[in-house]
């Protein structure tokens, strides 16, 4: 990402090798950054709004960031790991329970972190290298559920014309689009169906068999 004209007198270190009151004076700074960015947005926060959140100084926001854009970049990363980094804890589930249970997960990281992931696609628009790390997320997501489709597939759970890869594609795009119009335009809809219809359609797709779950 590009840097912000502020001079820095060094590069911030790496995280993994602050002391505990360097890690909590950073996590301070992302959390005010995080509730700047959603009250006003991405284009329109300043690096004075968040260290005014943070009661610290300019100083003390250099020390741990290099710009706005790198301190978004890191709460971005850490969204990107919440949504979608879930898997049910229950190793033995049948392959149809097993993907209402992360559909399930992924609804609620998203529901938590719905502001932030607006203003994350918006950025990804028109931001090159960030539409690169979005899509980096995203790739990492289409692997792990095209592996459990292969798996599914050599267990006889899931019919073998289907390509993994772009199934996987397929039903990523479905939910996280229908949870974005929901979660973020406000698109009206009963909690229970939508989300019963999105399983639904998942386990329609795939020819999972239901009486399993």
């Known amino acids: 990402m590009s840097k912000s004209s502020a001079s820095t007198p060094s590069v911030p270190p790496p995280a993994d090798t602050l002391t505990a009151r360097g890690r909590k004076t950073r996590d301070g700074l992302l959390d005010a950054a995080r509730k700047v960015f959603e009250e006003v ?9 968040i260290v005014q ?25 850490r969204l990107f790991e919440d949504v979608h980094r879930r898997e049910p804890l229950d190793s033995d589930l049948s392959p149809a329970a097993r993907l209402i249970a992360t559909n399930r997960l992924y609804y609620q990281a998203y529901r938590r972190n719905a502001k932030l992931m607006a203003i994350v696609e918006q950025v990804a628009t028109f931001n090159a290298e960030f539409r690169a790390l979005r899509h980096e997320h995203r790739r990492q997501l289409i692997e792990r559920t095209s592996r459990a489709i292969a798996r599914w597939q050599d267990q006889g759970h ?15 795009a479905m939910v996280d689009h ?11 809809a009963d909690e229970e169906i939508l989300l019963d219809t999105l399983d639904q359609m998942c386990i329609g797709a795939l020819g999972l ?3 399993s779950t």
Request: proline share 2%; no cysteine.
């Open 158 to 172: 899931v019919r073998e014309s289907l390509d993994p890869v772009m199934a996987a594609r397929a039903m990523s």
């Open 41 to 49: 947005g991405f284009l329109d926060t300043r690096v004075e709004q």
């Open 178 to 188: 229908t949870l974005y119009l929901w979660l973020v335009q406000g698109d009206e």
């Open 209 to 211: 068999d239901v009486a």
């Open 53 to 77: 959140e943070a009661s610290v100084s300019y100083g003390t926001f250099y020390r741990y960031f290099e710009s706005k854009d790198d301190v978004f970049q890191e709460l971005s990363i």
